[in-house]
């Protein structure tokens, strides 16, 4: 109050109260018996009013000791908030003294602290973020009611703070490593924590230093926020888009490369890579073979690597197969065009290197289909230089690779041992085939005699069909002896010819003209193939279906005369 009362005072003398109601600063007023108000100041009717509303004015008007009371007025007219009047009661002439001091700030501060702390209570309750306080030695004395990362509050309450982190360093002082004992303010540091269930959470932590009146540090008050979810969507989101990087780089490389081996190994070292692997290999399907390397990158290829080939190429469903054998950690998928399997790939790491992650799984079966496409687009490729390299009819070398593989066998560096020889071989009367039974029988000679050639000579050898009804061959490690052999086995091919020709008096054979190189021997291209032609031509002018051997001599002219052997047919 303003002022003070001397209550025994005024209850023990004579005392003028209408003056001291009107004098005193703040409401005032005297009640007669039965509550019928003797004096009011200007202060004190909203009060009196009040009062009046209320049941027992009577005996607040009849108290015989000084007491007090608290007296909460109506909202006024254009005001926020209640007034709240605090009373002294003195007992006076028969009736009351009532002198009030306004302690509306102090019971509104009240109010509000109820509040704030009922608010906070529910905000702390509602929020996704785990609220926590620690105390001066680390340990939490404050947690959100429903507990965190697995653990009830009462787990909690007691607990060292620093006991949850993930990398905590024992050694280190918690004033600089942790936001639990933080002595100034931290705002969302990221932290990682155990979860009860041992995993890891990650968090972003804020927190308070809390100091007591005397400033001295007590401790930290904070929130941590559990990201953990988002930082697997982040690193899931980073693993798709690493994803789509290699693939993509993988899609631009088989679109705009030409050479096969150029797109192979630009997806193995890209597998490597986006793998962080030590080696990967590439096996392809090859016909009758099977599955064959094609290309590899990186460390040596581990053993066992094409029985992983193999298990994803004939994995159920495609999926990625992970194999550890103790030596290496292996992860292998199988390529596919338009739902045919056309290969498979095989990536390889140190067996003491991380397990393979869902997300390994995820871009190898990537890579690999993008594999499919490109080995399909190789297979095509191969297939039309093929188609450029042979003679599509028969399948043998055409005139014009002929000439090329002639010309760098000439150029070879001369090696010691025997040598080397050319072929030419024309068949006698084949128009007249053609002419009676038509091109299908003529085809089907030409066929039986490319199949016929090939038999003739080794797999090293070359066979080709220059056109028409001419071929080639080109004979390596031989001396005359083998070359003659061979020249009696390719007139031979007439007895089996016989049947296929167009009359009895035109039968079908072949003239064989063969050139005979001395290891020495370094003639030009057109040299040995004039001489060689030269040799099949006498022998059709001799009688055909025979053969002509003549040796080339480091010394010999090219116009040397050959020599003519067999029966002169």
Known sequence: MATRLNIEALSGGPVDAQTLVEAFPGPAAWLARGGVPRAVNAAARAMVAALAERPGLAAIAAVAAPRSETVTLPV????????????????????????????????????????????????????????????????????SPRGGLGFSAAELIGRAADSLQMDADGGADPAATSPFAARQRVESVELWLKRADGEAACVLVSA?????EAGVWRGARGVWHDVTDDRARYAALADAQNRERMLAHIVR????????????????????????????????LAGESGLVPAAHHGARPPGGIEEAARAAFESAGGAPVAIDDGAARMIAASADYRRARNGAMVVWRAADGPAWSESDRLLIAGIAGQLGIALAQIAQHEQLAALARTDGLTGLVNARTFRRILARRLAAAPRPG?????????????????????????????????????????????????????????LEDVDRADAERIARRIVAIRDELAPLSGAAERPLGLSVGCVVLDPAASPSEQDIVARADAAMYRIKHAGKSDYAIEPMTPAERPEAKCECEGDGR
């Not at 002294?88 to 009532?98: I, Y």
């Not at 602290?113 to 929020?127: G, I, M, N, P, T």
């Not at 962080?276 to 290999?281: E, I, L, P, T, Y």
């Not at 084949?430 to 016929?452: I, P, S, Y």
């Open 418 to 474: 025997r040598g080397s020889a050319l072929v030419y071989v024309d068949l006698d009367n084949f128009k007249a085939v053609n002419d009676r039974h038509g091109h299908e029988r003529g085809d089907q000679v030409l066929q039986t005699v490319a199949r016929r050639l090939g038999e003739a000579v080794r797999a090293a050898d070359v066979v080709a069909r220059l056109g028409g009804d001419e071929f080639a061959l080109w």
């Open 253 to 284: 490389t088989i679109r705009d490369e030409v050479e096969p081996a150029a797109i192979l190994a630009t997806t193995t070292s890209t597998a490597v890579r986006a793998l962080g692997a030590d080696g990967a290999q590439i096996w392809r």
């Open 76 to 143: 006024a007219p254009g005001a926020t908030t209640q007034q709240t009047i605090e009373l002294a009661l003195v007992p006076h002439d028969g009736g009351v003294l009532l002198f009030g001091h306004d302690a509306s700030l102090a019971a509104n501060l009240r109010v509000a602290l109820v509040d704030s702390r009922r608010r906070y209570k529910d905000l702390v309750e509602a929020s996704s973020d785990f609220a926590w306080e620690t105390d001066a030695v680390g340990r939490f004395d404050f947690v």
């Open 208 to 212: 308070v230093p809390v100091h007591d």
